[in-house]
Nanobody, 118 residues
Framework: QVQLVQSGGGLVQAGGSLRLSCVASGSFFRINEMGWYRQTPGKQRELVADITSGGVPNYVDSVKGRFTISRDNAKSTVYLQMNSLKPEDTAVYYC????????????WGNGTLVTVSS
C-alpha cells in the first residue's frame, strides 16, 4: 500500500506565495515521475507540473515562471513552490506519483485547497 500525504495550501492574497509538499510512504521500489495536478468545480483535473526521477521539470504554460516543482528522492517528497499567485490558480491541488516504469501516475494524494483572493 502506498500513501501520499499532502501539506501546505490555504488562503492567500493575489501576488502571494504558497508551498505544497507531498510525502510518499509505503511499499514501492522506486518513484519515477512525480507531479502536481489541480481541479476546479466543473472542470477536468489538469496537470500543473511534473518532474522526472532525474529532476527534469515540465510545466503547464499558465504557471511557467511562477511555479517551481522539485523533489527530494531521499525523502520521497515532491514540492510545489507557487509564487505570484493569481485568483485563477484557485483549485484543489493533488500530488501524484508513478511507481511503474511507464504509464500514467498510479497513486494520488487526497488533495489540498488553494484559494487565491483578489
Amino acid at each position: 500500500q502506498v500513501q501520499l500525504v499532502q501539506s501546505g495550501g490555504g488562503l492567500v492574497q493575489a501576488g502571494g506565495s504558497l508551498r505544497l509538499s507531498c510525502v510518499a510512504s509505503g511499499s514501492f521500489f522506486r518513484i519515477n515521475e512525480m507531479g502536481w495536478y489541480r481541479q476546479t468545480p466543473g472542470k477536468q483535473r489538469e496537470l500543473v507540473a511534473d518532474i522526472t526521477s532525474g529532476g527534469v521539470p515540465n510545466y503547464v504554460d499558465s504557471v511557467k515562471g511562477r511555479f517551481t516543482i522539485s523533489r527530494d528522492n531521499a525523502k520521497s517528497t515532491v514540492y510545489l513552490q507557487m509564487n505570484s499567485l493569481k485568483p485563477e490558480d484557485t483549485a484543489v491541488y493533488y500530488c501524484a506519483i508513478n511507481t511503474r516504469s511507464s504509464g500514467n501516475m498510479n497513486y494520488w494524494g487526497n488533495g489540498t485547497l488553494v484559494t487565491v483572493s483578489s
